[in-house]
T-cell receptor
Framework: DQQVKQNSPSLSVQEGRISILNCDYT??????FLWYKKYPAEGPTFLIS?????DKNEDGRFTVFLNKSAKHLSLHIVPSQPGDSAVYFC???????????FGAGTRLTVKP | ETGVTQSPTHLIKTRGQQVTLRCSSQ?????VSWYQQALGQGPQFIFQ???????GRGNFPPRFSGLQFPNYSSELNVNALELDDSALYLC??????????????FGAGSRLTVL
């Protein structure tokens, strides 16, 4: 059962524009959400997170929005840079984090 | 601060063989989780170890087993390998409690190919 879904396998944007990556989840017990970035031949690296008590968290160029009623979150990158080109994974967990669920990932390409 | 290191980085096995993958957790982390990432998919939770005991398990058969050692390093063992076991195996560590408990630090992975 895929409890975390990223329906867009790929996204291409122009440098300087906004990148919006989307994620949907089905399990209402999830209360912590994360985005990870993965470059080839490297493990996923933590990017930004949000808990269910918030609807927005910002860190520099990266902002995550959470819509609990829609069970939807999104990652906004603005302005996008070529170095942002990577696979982005959405992840979610309940209070006990020993079963963090990941989406299938979205490959972002930022063109110069 | 050292990160998560995994070995080997690549290996090839044949069906029915057994494999052991190793992981050293990040300094200060006492919890280790293992994930399987098949091609085109996101990481899937195999199990987690804390205080040398299994602390949660995903939907994987018993031929997937693990160990955690007193220094918090860990091993993943897979017996009776099947073709579908071909994947990238990711190890991740985290502190059990505190503000960082929900953030996993991943290693680069061990890519297993089963022929």
């Amino acid at each position: 059962d895929q409890q975390v879904k990223q329906n867009s396998p790929s996204l291409s944007v122009q440098e300087g524009r906004i990148s919006i990556l989307n994620c949907d989840y089905t399990n209402s017990m999830f209360d912590y959400f994360l985005w990870y970035k993965k470059y080839p031949a490297e493990g996923p690296t933590f990017l930004i997170s949000i808990s269910s008590i918030k609807d927005k968290n910002e860190d520099g160029r990266f902002t995550v929005f959470l819509n609990k009623s829609a069970k939807h979150l999104s990652l906004h990158i603005v302005p996008s840079q070529p170095g942002d080109s990577a696979v982005y994974f959405c992840a979610a967990s309940a209070y006990n984090n020993n079963d963090m669920r990941f989406g299938a990932g979205t490959r972002l390409t930022v063109k110069p | 601060e050292t990160g998560v290191t995994q070995s080997p980085t690549h290996l090839i096995k044949t069906r029915g063989q057994q494999v052991t993958l190793r992981c050293s957790s990040q300094s200060g982390h006492n919890t280790v989780s293992w994930y399987q990432q098949a091609l085109g998919q996101g990481p899937q939770f195999i199990f987690q170890y804390y205080r040398e005991e299994e602390n949660g398990r995903g939907n994987f058969p018993p031929r997937f087993s693990g160990l955690q050692f007193p220094n918090y390093s860990s091993e993943l063992n897979v017996n009776a390998l099947e073709l579908d076991d071909s994947a990238l195996y990711l190890c991740a560590s985290s502190p059990k409690q505190g503000s960082g408990a929900n953030v996993l630090t991943f290693g680069a992975g061990s890519r297993l190919t089963v022929l």
